[in-house]
């Protein structure tokens, strides 16, 4: 029932999808850009536009976005050929680098790592299935986590498709949620609130209701007061910190009490997430077109994914094995 009611919750967000203007970006007040649009659109989308390619137009490019897209590579071309070119540095618009598309995709390697990253998730929740069995009490929580995973980067991989301000919002509130959910099942398990304890089972529902009343309030505060990037950032990393802390502590105490390697898994899974996530704050421009910091950020996410699912597998039959022995 609960698994049913957080779908609910992550379906409801979609209704609050609400149309803003995107800010701009410096290479969006360049004279020659504006120009280059211009000349492009009189040139080109008149009542007999360039054909466009079935594929393209099958990602709703269009003879104004290709104008866009063109422009961009012109503008960005032109400056890095002039005599200085550290004095014209490469410049974002519409608060993205200009990279090459690829079959239409407009950041081809971002899309090929969040798929990564999806995959990983299917190959988690299959191993979850083979190796803990249904009766385990936590394992609904852990398959749960997946399939947040699985819609975190399938919009991820939408998103990096064709930016449209409906899959920039999809994308956000499904790795907000995903993220969100990581906290949320954290106490679950260190605190075993999944037992059949009343006290426990009263929190338990306490403690879920506060992570969707939560979740809702991050969605209608962006989708009806504003799409504020620097909340949604200070949101997300709050919560992701106290996640990580929690599972520190826990793998801290694991290890003392257990002796095993695998129960430190857990640190040493957030500290390479956290390297990995300052590329985000090393931001460059896209390398030869096409790697910049964002995309090499989700391919750095997906070994720590594949070591999750591990961890939790072997925490798992680690807690079967000592609930049998109590016996």
């Not at 961890?311 to 109590?326: P, S, V």
Request: contains cysteine; charged residues 15%; proline residues 5%.
């Amino acid at each position: 029932m609960r698994i049913r009611r957080a779908s609910v919750w992550c379906t409801t967000a979609v209704f609050f999808l609400l149309v803003t203007a995107a800010h701009a970006s410096l290479g969006d007040r360049l004279p020659e850009f504006k120009e280059c649009l211009k000349t492009c659109g009189e040139a080109n989308c008149g009542d007999d536009a360039t054909h466009i390619p079935l594929h393209r137009r099958l990602l709703l490019w269009d003879c104004p976005a290709e104008c866009d897209y063109s422009c961009q590579h012109i503008v960005t071309e032109q400056r890095l050929a002039r005599e200085i070119p550290y004095m014209q540095p490469v410049y974002q618009f519409h608060g993205k680098w200009p990279f090459y598309r690829f079959m239409g995709m407009q950041e081809p390697f971002s899309v090929i790592f969040s798929l990564f990253n999806y995959l990983a998730h299917h190959w988690g929740m299959t191993q979850l299935r083979e190796k803990v069995p249904a009766s385990y009490p936590l394992r609904k929580y852990y398959m749960m986590m997946g399939y947040f995973g699985l819609a975190s980067w399938a919009f991820s991989m939408i998103f990096h498709t064709r930016d449209f301000n409906i899959t920039e919002r999809l994308d956000y509130f499904a790795a907000g949620a995903c993220v969100l959910y990581g906290l949320y099942y954290t106490p679950i398990r260190i605190f075993r609130l999944d037992r059949k304890d009343p006290m426990k089972q009263s929190v338990l529902r306490l403690w879920t209701t506060f992570c969707m009343l939560l979740y809702t309030l991050h969605v209608l505060y962006l989708s009806l007061w504003s799409w504020d990037y620097t909340y949604n950032m200070a949101a997300n990393v709050s919560v992701g910190v106290t996640h990580n802390l929690l599972w520190s502590a826990f793998s801290y105490v694991q290890y003392r009490k257990l002796g095993r390697l695998w129960a430190m898994w857990p640190g040493l899974i957030v500290a390479w997430v956290i390297m990995v996530m300052s590329l985000e704050l090393l931001d460059f421009p896209p390398w030869k077109g096409m790697i910049d910091a964002h995309s090499l950020w989700h391919l750095g996410t997906v070994g720590p994914t594949i070591w999750w699912y591990n961890f939790l597998i072997k925490d798992a039959q680690e807690d079967l094995a000592g609930t049998r022995l109590k016996r």
